[in-house]
């Protein structure tokens, strides 16, 4: 069962710094496009980041010089590192994994982790 746990989630000041790690199993990792998304309370989930099985990255215009996504295939993990934070980057982070096989698409989901940027 495809399993994808994120983590790193917290309360943090304006201006401070998370880093989220999402691990996933019971898949191979490097054949996927990885990416996170956030969720505000009474918005759409929408797409922050994303890393494709071949290393590229791009990235909401909002968070652009303030977060990094990264991979670690040896580790089955992607991470968003989050910097610069402000109020309005509060939002459920999700991790997704997605593979396009053309007559199949593979799209698995985390249960996400709550981000909170407060004073």
């Known amino acids: 069962q495809v399993q994808l746990v994120e983590s790193g989630g917290g309360l943090v000041q304006p201006g401070g710094s998370l880093i989220l790690s999402c691990e996933a199993s019971?898949?191979?990792?490097?054949?996927?496009?990885m990416g996170w998304y956030s969720q505000a309370p009474g918005k759409q989930r929408e797409l922050v980041a994303t890393?494709?099985?071949?290393?590229?990255?791009r990235y909401l215009e909002s968070v652009k010089g303030r977060f990094t996504i990264s991979g670690d295939n040896a580790k089955n993990s992607v991470y968003l590192q989050m910097s610069s934070l402000k109020p309005e980057d509060t939002a459920v982070y999700y991790c997704?994994?997605?593979?396009?096989?053309?007559?199949?698409?593979?799209?698995?989901w985390g249960q996400g982790t709550q981000v909170t940027v407060s004073s």
């Open positions: 997704n994994a997605v593979r396009n096989l053309g007559w199949r698409l593979d799209d698995y």
């Open positions: 019971a898949i191979t990792f490097r054949f996927y496009a």
């Open positions: 890393i494709t099985n071949g290393g590229g990255t």
